[in-house]
Nanobody, 115 residues
Framework: QVQLVESGGGLVQAGGSLRLSCAASGIIFSINAMGWYRQAPGKQRERVATVTSGRITNYADSVKGRFFISRNNAKNTVYLQMNSLKPEDTAVYYC?????????WGQGTQVTVSS
C-alpha cells in the first residue's frame, strides 16, 4: 500500500513562511522523482515544484525564487519550504510522484495566506 501524508499547512500572513512535509510509505522512495502540487478553489490542480532522484529541482514560474523543494531519502520525506507567501498561494497542497499517479493522492494540507 502506498501512502503519501502531507502536513505542515496552516494559516499565515502574506510575507510569511511555512514548511510542508510529505511522508511516503509503500514506495521505493529514493528512485522516484517527487513533486508538490496544489489546487486552489475553482482552479485545476497545478504542479508547483519537482525534485528528481538526483536532486535536480524545477519550479513553476509563480513560485520560483520563493519556494524550495528538498528530499531526505533516509526519512522517505519530501519538503516544500515556502517563503514570501502571497494570498494567491492559498490552496490545498499535495505531494505525489512525477508524473503523478492517480492512486497515490492523499488528503493534502491546506495553506491559507491572509492579506
Amino acid at each position: 500500500q502506498v501512502q503519501l501524508v502531507e502536513s505542515g499547512g496552516g494559516l499565515v500572513q502574506a510575507g510569511g513562511s511555512l514548511r510542508l512535509s510529505c511522508a511516503a510509505s509503500g514506495i521505493i522512495f529514493s528512485i522516484n522523482a517527487m513533486g508538490w502540487y496544489r489546487q486552489a478553489p475553482g482552479k485545476q490542480r497545478e504542479r508547483v515544484a519537482t525534485v528528481t532522484s538526483g536532486r535536480i529541482t524545477n519550479y513553476a514560474d509563480s513560485v520560483k525564487g520563493r519556494f524550495f523543494i528538498s528530499r531526505n531519502n533516509a526519512k522517505n520525506t519530501v519538503y516544500l519550504q515556502m517563503n514570501s507567501l502571497k494570498p494567491e498561494d492559498t490552496a490545498v497542497y499535495y505531494c505525489n510522484t512525477v508524473p503523478p499517479s492517480d492512486h497515490y493522492w492523499g488528503q493534502g494540507t491546506q495553506v491559507t495566506v491572509s492579506s
